[in-house]
C-alpha cells in the first residue's frame, strides 16, 4: 500500500502479522539523517576537546578525564534522541547508517586531530 504523506512518499510494509507498519526512508529525509548524525558527531568532538581544556588547565597531558567523558556522554544523549524522532517507524538499517556516520566522524575527527 502506497501513503501519500505530505512530506515524504512512503510505502508501508507489513511485518510481524501487523503488529507495526515500517516506512521506507525516502532519499532527502536519509541525507538529513546522515547529516544530522555527522553534525553531531562534531559536536561531540568539540564538546570534548572544550570540556578537556577547561579542565586540565595548564596539564594537558591526558585525554580521558571526567570531564571529557562527560562530553562524550552528552553527545550521545543528543544523538540517541535526535535518532529516536528520525527513526520511530524506519527500518533497522538506517540505525546502522546513523550509528556508522556518527561513530565514524568521531573517529575521523580525532584521527585528524592527532596526526595534523
Known sequence: MVVLHP????????HNCGKKAVINMQISR????????????LFTCY???????????QNT??????????????????????????????HKKYWIHSITTFLGTIILFFFMFQFV
Do not use: Q
Open 30 to 41: 536519509w541525507a538529513w539523517l546522515i547529516i544530522g548524525n555527522a553534525a553531531l558527531g
Open 47 to 57: 564538546a570534548s576537546i572544550f570540556l578537556w581544556i577547561t579542565d586540565s588547565g
Open 7 to 14: 512530506l515524504v512518499i512512503v510505502k508501508l510494509v507489513n
Open 61 to 90: 597531558d591526558t585525554f580521558f578525564s571526567v570531564r571529557t567523558g562527560l562530553g562524550f556522554i552528552i553527545g550521545f544523549v543528543v544523538y540517541i534522541i535526535w535518532n529516536y524522532f528520525m527513526l520511530k517507524m524506519h
